[in-house]
């Protein structure tokens, strides 16, 4: 069993501010730091941390050396990732005093992917095999039905929500990640209404599994005739950047290797709760070692 990550790679661009900016305003930032980051790059750190065989797949980008670099360093084997001579994809993050942030996505090389990298990248995979996709690549539709058709098991974070999630068939997903705002977004119910959300997951897509992550409020999973919620673990805040990445990594460690939901949402959280603590996206990832209780 191996995991491939088909999915984003950032150089996130982080700006310490001591609040969040209103339209029209403009303030002095406190500092300025880049770390390795991108959904794709982060939940294939967090996967690989939590003890699963992980590869990664996509385009690297002029400058993007430190992508490569933060991946092989946590032991993600990228020699699915072609260079290209084009500019990798950036964010640039604000994270306030109280560890909140906003995020803007420059897309880069994450869509750029081809036709012709998808098929080279998905005939190395098979039925024993777990894809891993977010939303920050383009041609997300076509990795969805290219692997559903080699059998390989989808595992879908739908972020960020917009209708390029909507236009893929969704019935080819065996595994929902999914926060209380993209769950809301898909599903049409109000997201402090998450029960009615898992509802809806499990109206229209009976086969699949679903968690749905609720930040400070914690997790529920709902699947297989089973309904279980976890509750969040306080911490405080330091940065939330890598938070849903790291709880998606070691959610699917312990779901594709077969722990109990209580097990796995337990330790999932407390992942999640250690990564908000530090400051980064990929560098706030903990090692499994790290989550002894």
């Known amino acids: 069993m191996r995991v491939l990550c088909l999915g984003s790679m950032n150089l996130d661009y982080v700006y310490s501010v001591s609040h969040i900016l209103a339209p029209g305003e403009t303030i ?21 941390k939590a003890g699963l065989p992980v590869f990664h797949a996509g385009l690297s980008g002029t400058g993007g ?23 990798p994809g950036h964010t640039v993050i604000q994270v306030d005093e109280k560890g909140q942030n906003c995020i803007l996505l420059y897309g880069g090389t994450n869509r750029q992917l081809t036709s012709d990298l998808i098929g080279d990248v998905l005939s190395q ?76 997951f499990g109206a229209h897509y009976p086969n699949a599994e679903v968690v749905l992550t609720l930040g400070a409020d914690g997790a529920w999973y709902s699947g297989n005739g089973v309904r279980h919620f976890q509750p969040a673990i306080p911490v405080t805040a330091v940065d939330t950047t890598a938070a ?50």
């Open 28 to 48: 002095s930032s406190t500092g300025r730091e880049t770390f390795a980051g991108g959904k794709g790059l982060n939940q294939s750190v967090a996967a690989a």
């Open 244 to 293: 849903g990445d790291t709880f998606t990594g070691y959610f699917l460690e312990g779901w594709s290797t077969g722990r109990g939901v209580e097990e796995t949402l337990r330790r999932a959280t407390r992942a999640a709760s250690i990564a908000v603590s530090r400051k980064g996206a990929a560098p706030s990832i903990p090692l499994a070692s790290e989550l002894a209780d």
């Open 65 to 87: 050396e430190l992508l490569l670099e933060t991946l092989r360093e946590n032991g993600v084997d990228v020699s699915f990732i072609r260079p290209v001579d084009a500019l």
């Open 125 to 200: 995979f098979g039925p024993e095999d777990f894809l891993l996709l977010q939303n920050e690549v383009n041609r997300l539709d076509e990795i969805i039905d290219r692997a559903h058709a080699r059998g390989i098991r989808i595992v879908l974070n739908p972020s960020p929500f917009d209708q390029a999630v909507m236009a893929c068939d969704l019935d080819k997903v065996s595994l929902f990640l999914v926060n209380e705002i993209e769950g809301a977004q898909i599903s049409g119910c109000l997201a402090r209404e998450p029960e009615k959300i898992l509802d809806w």
